[in-house]
């Protein structure tokens, strides 16, 4: 099946500092949508893109729909303890397809 | 709240049983997912419905069973031909618009 190439893998930082993912495709896709992952637990919605070029935030956050509809990237900005967890992409066409997640620790 | 609840939160089965994983939705969402998780990985898709009465073989289907005889209600069977069962399973339910995810159950063969 089918998966994202979602980069980095994991990122080790500082509180305050900003941090920023990305994920690639050799597909299109109409819908972007990035999800945080704390252990135990199912994902959660953070961003909905739905046409390309498109920036939006979310306090903190920030992602865009890239302009070939291949890509997409997530900012955090003055990131927290509380950020830390697994931050995973996804693209839909017919169906939603995951990127392999990029794992964050937030050092105090 | 609307929601999707799965149960149990965590199971644990023997080698050869079949098992089967709860997933319930009061969202009136069409469509149905259950995905797979194994440490380290993305969300790999099993099996999806759109509607009642209709399911489709996601990616990894192979020993794995669905019923849908409910929209709100979409559990899988982790059958005995299922080699490596031992992962998190998460059941999603989605609009146009977006998915939403249980929290997921742990299963573990002893």
């Known amino acids: 099946g089918q998966q994202l190439n979602q980069s980095p893998q994991s990122m080790f930082i500082q509180e305050g500092e900003d941090v920023s993912m990305n994920c690639t495709s050799s597909s299109i896709f109409n819908t972007w949508l990035w999800y945080k992952q704390e252990p135990g637990e199912g994902p959660v919605l953070l961003i909905a893109l739905y046409k390309a070029g498109e920036l939006t935030s979310n306090g903190r956050l920030t992602a865009q729909f890239g302009i070939t509809r291949k890509d997409s990237f997530l900012n955090i900005s003055a990131s927290i303890p509380s950020d830390v967890g697994i931050y995973f992409c996804a693209g839909r066409f017919q169906k939603l397809v995951f990127g392999t997640g990029t794992r964050l620790l937030v050092s105090p | 709240d609307g929601g999707i609840t799965q149960s149990p939160k965590y199971l644990f089965r023997k080698e050869g049983q079949n098992v089967t994983l709860s997933c319930e939705q009061n969202l009136n969402h069409d469509a149905m997912y259950w995905y797979r998780q194994d440490p380290g990985q993305g969300l790999r898709l099993i099996y999806y419905s759109q509607i009642v009465n209709d399911f489709q073989k996601g990616d990894i289907a192979e020993g794995y069973s669905v019923s849908r005889e409910k929209k709100e209600s979409f559990p899988l069977t982790v059958t005995s031909a299922q080699k490596n069962p031992t992962a998190f399973y998460l059941c999603?339910?989605?609009?146009?618009?977006?998915?939403?995810f249980g929290s997921g159950t742990r299963l573990t063969v002893v």
């Open positions: 999603a339910s989605s609009t146009a618009y977006g998915y939403t």
